[in-house]
Structures are given as structure tokens and as C-alpha cells.
């Protein structure tokens, strides 16, 4: 209780108000606009946050990343175009209501739910993270190799598109991060002589180009240039509220408790959170047929599960290091950045000042209410900004915040490079976030590799010789069998229909 | 699985320091058949049809924007030492707004707007030596805070 009281001191500071308000409204901003994802507002943010003190830079990335998030349902009722990809799942439902004139009570509801979702998983990481730590603190190189290979398997599979596709996107993203000093030996590595990539390609630069950049390129090929522009309505937004919350309470429940889960898986971001949540509500529903149709019982769940998968993303994010998505990865970045290197012993260390991150992230999903009526109300404004203003200051704010990490020109070279790769991938189908996070999670992945094959003077069965580390190799290794185990019972079930078939065309 | 024979081939002159038994070039050397072995499960469904690229989506041209979005960092990499910050991005992002919109007077004074406003947040607040250029000696009188 001491700790949690000394991390409120910390936050009751007013450049850290400051912060947390300005990165409400730059949040809210980014995340209501089409096409600019939850991600990609932090991922900018990053080199301002170079030069705060930790607690006003992590508190004002915790806030944006929440407010962002709620902040991509409002051009997805508004417009059927959602602002972020964790509110896809949805979009149409409430801009079904829409276009029956019930804008506001979809975007009350989706409001609420997300603060609610929200606070759930704020108040799960608030008392999960710290008892997991104490279990990691027991963890040797063994467990935190298998945990760091079952966080990278699980991306890879559980990412959009084929599972070939997602080992590629993070196998490339692995490679990245083999750039520049060897974690072991301290060799260079495919540095090529410039002394400029001898510590590695820098994080944000790589970043910013990964999800700024193929935005920019697709909207200069013509994609997305046009939308229709629908004024929003904050009138009534609260009207019936309380009826729709006491008739989808369980729904809402069960939505923030699916976030909380997915989100902790690593891969698994908030927009699957939201897709599975929907999809449930649906199966559950008394009356399935009517989703789709415009009925604030879908969005109630899915909105409260997006935003709850945060705060479950940034339980293993914490504890382990180990990222629950791009989004967390970018986090995980920036709680590097300010000294403060995610694991077990940050809670030992830095106790007070990494539960005033939590803690600001549990203010930050009650600000969502407030924030977020007055976001609706202002909408209108957001939207009368043309794209062909906005796009190309984006481009310049990458430019600049790309070279504001290094101060060299490098970076921004680096930023282009990164950029244009990444455009490459999303349109040959391959999903960003596996490399992201192996570009995260690669270098402690290599060092514990290294340090317990050295320990273990190259006998492979000390990898599974502990209980806990023996435990995660199964479950890893069940997860890179699955694609095979599939294809097995497929085979077996193609044949048996076959034979049955024939069966029947014998006895017929 | 270019990529990843690259990997493997770069690693080779990578040497095993002799007080370590496992070297620099394992991890490079694991993930560039990883390459190897994906990249060619994924050649084998992109050839038999298994697996079609998604391709280019909606109506999408090569032109001149492109080209321009690609070429304003580019050029301002290439510019920016000698010029100046502040000179080179309004100039930039004007142009490019221009571009976008077809109206070049007042793109410009947007372009000049935005890219005044990045550098009192980001040399002025936060103190990143954006390069000055030819305007190095009235960087004194440009530093206001």
C-alpha cells in the first residue's frame, strides 16, 4: 500500500498532469483519424518522450495508447472507416446505428465499456504484475529462453495471414536486431564498416518507419484519399445509457475479462481481442441475428475488450519483457529508453516508480469518460483537416523525430529504409508485428540462447531439465508442431469423408 | 531465403572468440536457415497458388506523389547540413502540400507554419541540434527560449 501511495505522490506532479493531458488530447487526435493506428501515434510520440523524466514520459505514453485506442471507434460509427485496427471489429455494427440516427448511444456505449475494459485490465496489471514478478525472479536463463522463443512462437501464429508468413516477418525482424555489437562476444556484427550502425539499427527511427511510413505511401498511390465527412453529435450521449449497461453487464464483463487474456498473449493485440469478444457475444446472443443489423450489444463487449487487452499486454510486457503486441512492444521500448529495463526485478528496484506507471494507466482509462465526451463533441474539428495537410506534416514530424534520437541523418535514412520495407511486407501480406517483436525480443532471445547453451556446455537436455522451463518447452514446441498436427487431421478427415463416400456409392 | 543466405554468408568471417565456446555467428547462422527453410515453404505456396499475394489494393498509381513522399527525406538528408533546417523543410513541406492540394501560395505558408512549429517544439523545447546550415550565424538570434 506504502508503494502504490508513494507512486500516487509521483503522478501528483504538474508537468506529469501536463503530460498526461496533452498525450490525452494527441491520443485522441491520432487515434480518430482514419488510417492512423494506436500504434503509430505512440510511435511518434517516442522521440519527445527522449527528453522527459521517466515518470511524465511513461505516464503520457500509458494515457495516449488508452485514449488512441478508445479514440478509433468515433470515425468508425461516424464514417464505417475505424481509426485504429482495434476497432474493425465493430465499425459496422455502430455505423449501422449511425445511419438509423442512433450515433450517440453507440458511441456513449462504446465510451463507457472502453473505460470499464480499461480500469479491468488496469487493476488485473496492478495485482498480477507484481506476483508474477516475485514467481519470474526464480527464473534462470533456461526459463526466460523458453519464454522469449513461446512469446516469438506465439506471435508467428496467432499473426494475420498464413503462419509461413508470420516465422518470415519475425525472423526478419530477429535479423534486424543482430545489427551492430554481438550481446555476447561483443564482435561486430554486419555493420559493414559504418561506425553508425555499431550499436545496432536505432529503435525508434526503425519504428516510426515501420508504422508511419507505409500510411504515407499508401495514401500518396491514391488509396484512401477520399471519405465521406459526417458531422458528430455529442447530444445525448448518456440518454438510456445506464439501461443498455444493466441489460450487457455480463457481456461487458466477459469482454474485458477475453481482452485482459488475449491481450497477454504475445501476438495477440487488442483487435483480436475485439474480433473474438464480438464473435462470442454473437454465439451467445438470444438473438444472433440481429448483429449487424445495429445493436449496441456487440460493441459493448468488443470495445471493453480492446481496451482491456492493454493492460493485459503489459503484464508479460513488465514481468518478462516479453511484448503482447506492437503496441506494448513500442512501451517496452520507451521503458528501456528511461532506465527502466522490464523483468521481475523492476519491481524490486524501481518498485514505486513502475507502479506509477500502472497507476497512470488506471487514471488514464477513468480520464477515457470526460476525454472522450468532449472528443466526440469535437470531432468535426479533427475531421476538417485535409489529408493533404495532415499526411505531409506527418512525413515531416517523422523526419524530425526520426533524426531527434541520434541527431544524425542516419536515422532518418534508416526510418525511409524501414519504412519502404515495411510497406513491401503489408502488401505481400506479411504481418509487421512478428517483426516488431522480434526486433524487440531478438537480442534477449540470442543472449540467453548463448548463456545457457554455454552453461549447459552444449548438452540440450539442461534446456528442459527444469520443471518450469521443461513446462514452457512443451507448450513452445506443441505450438511449432501445430501446423503439422492440423495438417495431419485434415488428411485423416479428407480420407475417412472419401471413404465414406465410396460407401455409399457402393451400397447406392 | 536471399536474405537468409546473405545472413549465413556475412556470418562466415565472424570468428569464435577462444575463451567462449558458441560465437557470433550461431544466432545469424539459425536464423538465416530459418529464412532459408520459411522462405521457400512460402516460394512452394506462392508457386503452387496456395498462398496468392494480396497484391496491390483499390486503385493505386505510381506518380508523382510517390515519388515525392519518397523523396522529401531524401532531400532533406541531402540538403539539410548545407541549407538549414529552415530553410530546407519549409521549402519541403510546402511544395509537397502544394503538390497535394494544387494551390502553392498558401501551401507554402502552411508548409512554413508546420515546419516553424516542429522546431520550436523540437530545437527550441527539447533542445535536438537541428542543423542551422546557412543560417548558422544567426543561430544566437533564432534561439529564443
Redo the contacts between chains.
Sequence with gaps: MDVMLRALVLLADPVVITAMVLAAIYGLAVGSVPGLTASMAVALII??T??LDPVPALAGVMTLSAMAIFAGDLPGALLRIPGTPASAAYADEAYRMTQQGRASQALGVGLVCSAVGGVFGAILLITAAPWLARIALQFSSYEKFWLACLGLTAAAAVSQG?W??G??SL??G??IA?VGL?P??G?M??TFGFSALSAGLSFIPVLIGFFAIPE????????GRNGAQVAAAAVGLFHGLWTDLKRLRWGIARGSAIGAVIGAIPGAGADIAAYVSYALSKRLSRHPEKFGTGITDGIASASASNNSSIGGALIPATVFGIPGDSLTAIIIGVLFMKGLNPGPNVFLMNADLINAVFLSYLIANILIVPFGFAAIAGYRYVLKV????L???I???????A??VD?T?FA??T??MMG?IAYALE???YPLAPAILGLVIGPML?ET??TS??RA??ELLAFVERPVAGGLAAVTIILWLSPLIVFLIRLIRNRKDAQRDRGGQSRA | MVLGAALIVFAMPLETPRHIPYGPDLFPNIVGIGMIVFGLVAAIRAWTGADAAPGLRGERRFGLPVVAFLAVPLLFVAAAPALGYLIIMPLLLGGLIGLMRGRWISSLLIGTAIAFALQVLFQQLMRVPLPWGLLEPYAGVLTWM
Design positions: 522521440p519527445i527522449y527528453f498464413h509461413t508468413k516465422a518470415l525472423l526478419l530477429l535479423a543482430q554481438d555476447v562476444s564482435q556484427r554486419f504515407l505511401l499508401r495514401y500518396a498511390l491514391g488509396a485535409p489529408k493533404s495537410v499526411m505531409p506534416a512525413l515531416a514530424f517523422c523526419i524530425v523525430g533524426f531527434a541527431n541523418m532518418v535514412l526510418m525511409l519502404i502488401e505481400g501480406g540470442e540462447f548463448l547453451l554455454t556446455r552444449g
